[in-house]
């Protein structure tokens, strides 16, 4: 199990950039697969990116592609979610989830840790 913490959610203008992080715990980071998620209000959780474990291979949203960027560092325990050119469309709580798995997936429920959230919200 792995305690995830997100940091770097906030209020930003359309346009705009943020740079969020999950630290994790343990020292197994580097056997997870790693995704973030999101969730607007009313709506499902829906997947935005994931990475697979030695930061070589990643996998998008559509929604999100050619706007967002995953990575993550192992020797810090840290993926991120580089986040350009957002649109109000992008406001929802940020949720980063790990998966001990050699495969990348786009499935919520195949993930079994997950953070807290953190809000971005986008206005127009």
């Known amino acids: 199990v792995q305690l995830l913490v997100e940091s770097g959610g906030g209020l930003v203008q359309a346009g705009g950039s943020l740079r969020l992080s999950c630290a994790a715990s343990?020292?197994?980071?580097?056997?997870?697969?790693m995704g973030w998620f999101r969730q607007a209000p009313g709506k499902e959780r829906e997947f935005v990116a994931s990475?697979?474990?030695?930061?070589?291979?990643?996998k998008y949203a559509d929604s999100v592609k050619g706007r967002f960027t995953i990575s993550r560092d192992n020797d810090k325990n840290t993926v991120y979610l580089q986040m350009n050119s957002l649109k109000p469309e992008d406001t929802a709580v940020y949720y980063c989830?790990?998966?001990?798995?050699?495969?990348?997936?786009?499935?919520?429920?195949?993930?079994?840790?997950w953070g807290q959230g953190t809000q971005v919200t986008v206005s127009s």
């Open positions: 343990g020292r197994t980071f580097g056997n997870h697969i």
């Open positions: 989830a790990s998966r001990w798995h050699m495969v990348i997936s786009d499935r919520p429920n195949e993930y079994s840790d």
């Open positions: 990475i697979n474990r030695s930061g070589t291979s990643t």
